[in-house]
């Protein structure tokens, strides 16, 4: 909760600067791309609940199918975002390293190939960012549930093609993984700024094809230096901050929240 306080506000002034507008700053209206703060918070608060369900990924497919034919959904912390997204955070919890071990079989490597290569959307992005009910889209009722299924199905493929060509041994970028956070928070900065500065307008073969693969290791070679240590240590009091201060005495010795599964 403490990131995403500090990141809003951060780039709603930084959103300011450009536009020279006295826009309002609320909590609860994320923006840019502080919603995944917002829907991480309220994830891991509701995670107790999602470890004692029988079936817990089915019910959250169920909230996120119900969420997406509901018109009259509250935006606040961009609420319909984050209910339509819960059910891969909650698959999430329920794996273990033998899901990926199998992912990483021989077969499977193989079949991934052709998988990833005749993979292209062929609809409208807004299904993808899970901002908008179904009735506002223009399409029936009955399609919301359907899509939020067919998504999140088309999901688990392609997620489980990456992870079958996730190498096994320890790399130069093993340790990256753990940054990836920083990255993302902080790249919207560099992007942004770049948009405020009327960059991608005034260098015109930046939309050629040459400037496209200019643009795309470009992003690549920023994300990665922003997910590194020396970035990392500047930055850990505002993505990583530590609150031992906020709690009294050690929580380690705190009793569980809820009992343990095999008692409920």
Known sequence: MLPYALFEISYS??????????????????WYLTWFLAALSIWLLTSPVWKV??????????????ASVTPNMGKELDLPRVLGFLPFFVLGMMLKPEHFRMARRREVRLLSIPVVASAAPRMTSKWFYRKESTQ?????VWAGPVMVLALFACAMLLTTCFFAWVPRQKTWFTVL????LYGYLLH?????????????DAISWLLQPLGGVFLTVF???SVTLLCT?????????AIEPKVNWAFNGDT????????????V
Do not use: C, M
């Open 13 to 30: 002034y930084f959103n300011r600067v450009p536009h020279n507008a006295n826009q309002p700053i609320s909590l609860l209206d994320p």
């Open 53 to 66: 369900l029988r079936w817990p990924v089915p019910i959250a497919l169920v909230v996120a199918a119900l």
């Open 136 to 140: 506002s889209l223009g399409t029936p």
């Open 177 to 180: 993984g753990t940054g990836t």
């Open 188 to 200: 919207g900065f560099i992007f942004k700024g770049a948009q405020y500065l009327g960059w991608y």
């Open 219 to 221: 992003a690549a070679v």
């Open 229 to 237: 240590s020396p970035v990392r240590r500047v930055f850990r009091f």
């Open 252 to 263: 380690a010795e705190l009793p569980p929240v809820l009992p343990p599964r095999r008692a």
